[in-house]
Nanobody
Framework: VQLQASGGGSVQAGNSLRLSCAAS????????MGWFRRAPGKEREFVAA????????NYADSVKGRFTISRDNAKNTVYLQMNSLKPEDTAIYYCAARSGYSTSARGESYPYWGQGTLVTVSS
């Protein structure tokens, strides 16, 4: 599966952005999807994950209550709605896909990755 992330940009703290990740292939609905991010000078970290049907989601504590992951299997797309953005959310955001029906916060379990989209939040 090939993934194309989009929707990044520069915003002020407190504002919102919605990231999209479009996937190729006919079997998108069989993949669990995740969002990860890498801030400047830091390791990649888990942000959010969603299972194949959208019935189960998982979030990092740092974004819980502010970010929402969702998916539209008819459009082969997963979204990350980011509200109340903070400067510490500044990072390159990557979407990822893994076979199977559950969520995972482990980056190592995702064999497929998109190219990343940059989010910059200024104070």
């Amino acid at each position: 599966v090939q993934l194309q992330a989009s929707g990044g940009g520069s915003v002020q703290a407190g504002n919102s952005l919605r990231l999209s990740c479009a996937a190729s292939g006919r079997t998108f609905s069989s993949y669990g999807m995740g969002w990860f991010r890498r801030a400047p000078g830091k390791e990649r970290e888990f942000v959010a994950a969603i299972n194949w049907s959208g019935s189960s989601t998982n979030y990092a504590d740092s974004v819980k209550g502010r970010f929402t992951i969702s998916r539209d299997n008819a459009k082969n797309t997963v979204y990350l709605q980011m509200n109340s953005l903070k400067p510490e959310d500044t990072a390159i955001y990557y979407c990822a896909a893994r076979s199977g029906y559950s969520t995972s916060a482990r980056g190592e379990s995702y064999p497929y990755w998109g190219q990343g989209t940059l989010v910059t939040v200024s104070s």
